[in-house]
């Protein structure tokens, strides 16, 4: 069982940058897949990017180069460093851990909302 706690969301203009956080508490977090997750008004959840327990990462191609995520093991947490935001990636952000064993139930924290505007 995981927990998780988001932060950092807010209002930004366009071309500006952010910084979520999503602490966890619970068990393995270390060599949990644990990724972020965005939707929009009127649009599917979509993954944004996953970082593995091993340090790899993958992105979704509207936001590769400009997103970046990490982790940090000792203080249970992930990333989400955003720059060059667009308007179009105004959304709320959810953060993932993922499942132990691929098919089993991951983890979902509550999501925060990320808006870029001028």
């Known amino acids: 069982q995981v927990q998780l706690v988001e932060s950092g969301g807010g209002l930004v203009q366009p071309g500006g940058s952010l910084r979520l956080s999503c602490a966890a508490s619970?068990?393995?977090?270390?060599?949990?897949?644990m990724s972020w997750y965005r939707q929009a008004p009127g649009k599917q959840r979509e993954l944004v990017a996953t970082?593995?327990?091993?340090?790899?990462?993958n992105y979704a191609e509207s936001v590769k180069g400009r997103f970046t995520i990490s982790r940090d093991g000792a203080k249970n947490t992930v990333y989400l460093q955003m720059n060059s935001l667009k308007p179009e990636d105004t959304a709320v952000y959810y953060c993932?851990?993922?499942?132990?064993?691929?098919?089993?139930?991951?983890?979902w924290g509550q999501g925060i909302q990320v808006t870029v505007s001028s």
């Open positions: 993932n851990a993922g499942p132990l064993i691929a098919g089993l139930r991951g983890f």
């Open positions: 619970g068990s393995n977090f270390s060599i949990r897949t």
């Open positions: 970082i593995s327990g091993g340090g790899r990462t």
